[in-house]
């Protein structure tokens, strides 16, 4: 009996200590499952930190520069050439080796050289000045050939000074005498 006794408390001994081993398993078993998903859940958050949010960024500045290269197209569209100008020139300032900026800013100023040409000619044709309005239309037409009715308003000019010295040869000759070389 004693010797059942014995073997029986060696065997709740036994049993114990093997619960509590199995407890300290079971919970170091948890605690490794948890690392592990906080492990993914780090590598996780850094992989987005080092791919995602950079490309994000990238994304984000590229949709700014066609944004304001759009802004610039429209400002060019409505004649607004020292705005485009200004526009394209923001773009360069953050990019400056966008290719298409550059020219883009290069047309801006032209087409605002051309601009202000063409109120100094019209001015000048509206004063009197085909003269002077012709020079103004001239440099237009080197710089842009086809800028709104330049060519015409030339051959109007033309046209006027041509029959300006027709007329005054007929004036001349009817003075001296040569009224039907004259008419």
Do not use: C
């Amino acid at each position: 009996t004693a010797r059942l006794r014995a073997a029986a408390g060696t065997g709740l001994e036994r049993s114990a200590q093997a619960q509590t081993r199995a407890g300290w398993v079971t919970v170091a078993s948890r605690l490794v499952v948890l690392g592990i998903i906080v492990g993914i859940g780090v590598a996780i958050y850094l992989a987005y930190q080092a791919w995602i949010v950079p490309a994000q960024a990238e994304t984000a500045r590229l949709t700014k520069f066609d944004r304001l290269r759009q802004t610039a197209e429209v400002q060019i569209a409505s004649g607004q050439y020292a705005d485009a100008a200004q526009t394209y020139q923001t773009i360069l300032a953050e990019q400056p080796d966008d290719q298409a900026a550059r020219a883009g800013l290069k047309r801006a100023q032209q087409l605002d050289r051309v601009a202000q040409l063409y109120g100094q000619a019209t001015q000048a044709l509206n004063n009197g000045d085909q003269a002077g309005a012709a020079r103004w239309l001239e440099e237009i037409s080197t710089l842009d050939p086809n800028y709104r009715d330049t060519n015409s308003l030339l051959a109007q000019i033309k046209s006027t000074e041509q029959l300006g010295s027709q007329y005054a040869e007929a004036e001349r000759l009817r003075q001296a005498g040569h009224l039907l070389d004259a008419a």
